[in-house]
T-cell receptor, first 117, second 110 residues
Framework: NAGVTQTPKFQVLKTGQSMTLQCAQD?????MSWYRQDPGMGLRLIHY???????DQGEVPNGYNVSRSTTEDFPLRLLSAAPSQTSVYFC????????????????FGEGSRLTVL | DAKTTQPTSMDCAEGRAANLPCNHS???????VYWYRQIHSQGPQYIIH???NNETNEMASLIITEDRKSSTLILPHATLRDTAVYYC???????????FGTGTRLQVTL
């Protein structure tokens, strides 16, 4: 059971380049989300999804796009990378709770470390 | 904006109990409190959650005050491998999103 898999683990981009961080889970979780973690800032929610075809913004969505075409995958796209997007990105998934969102027991991937020069 | 408040850092001697407090004074009656930890730069790991009764699992115990405004995560016999950042969090807003502050950095020492 692989859990939540993120690729790539490391990436260096130049300003203005685009890329996609991949996230896949094999637990049939309805809820998926992306966080970024910067030194001294904790984890900040970028985007989340409560099911295939449904996405919404978190705390810091600007500069990022997401889509959810399948239950398993939730890619995060940077359309034009900026140095401010240098960070560690975590994908997380969970079962859906009674309120329609996360049930709260999030499973996290190992992170993707992105540097934008 | 719903928030939790935790001390920035704590120390604990190996073998002793580590008691990590969290204040969540604005929590609603049906909102759970969740605890996670993050070792080094790994992805956060779920520890435990509770509503109003005390909870225990193989990793830790969770004590929630009767008024539910605060809770304490207890690691009964801390080891060096418990050195990590511990996050107390609660669902907020639509879709019950979990947001994470800066947590408590627990240092377990010999």
């Amino acid at each position: 059971n692989a859990g939540v898999t993120q690729t790539p683990k490391f990436q260096v981009l130049k300003t203005g380049q685009s890329m996609t961080l991949q996230c896949a889970q094999d637990m049939n979780h309805e809820y998926m989300s992306w966080y970024r973690q910067d030194p001294g800032m904790g984890l900040r929610l970028i985007h989340y999804s409560v099911g295939a075809g449904i996405t919404d913004q978190g705390e810091v969505p600007n500069g990022y796009n997401v889509s959810r075409s399948t239950t398993e995958d939730f890619p995060l796209r940077l359309l034009s990378a900026a140095p401010s997007q240098t960070s560690v990105y975590f994908c997380a998934s969970s079962r859906k709770g009674t309120s329609g969102g996360t049930r709260g027991e999030l499973f996290f991937g190992e992170g993707s470390r992105l540097t934008v020069l | 904006d719903a928030k939790t408040t935790q001390p920035t850092s704590m120390d604990c001697a190996e073998g002793r109990a580590a008691n990590l407090p969290c204040n969540h004074s604005t929590i609603s009656g049906n909102e759970y409190v969740y605890w996670y930890r993050q070792i080094h730069s790994q992805g956060p790991q779920y520890i435990i959650h509770g509503l109003k009764n005390n909870e225990t699992n193989e990793m830790a115990s969770l004590i929630i005050t009767e008024d539910r405004k605060s809770s304490t995560l207890i690691l009964p016999h801390a080891t060096l491998r418990d050195t990590a950042v511990y996050y107390c969090t609660r669902p907020t807003g639509t879709a019950s999103k979990l947001t994470f502050g800066t947590g408590t950095r627990l240092q377990v020492t010999l």
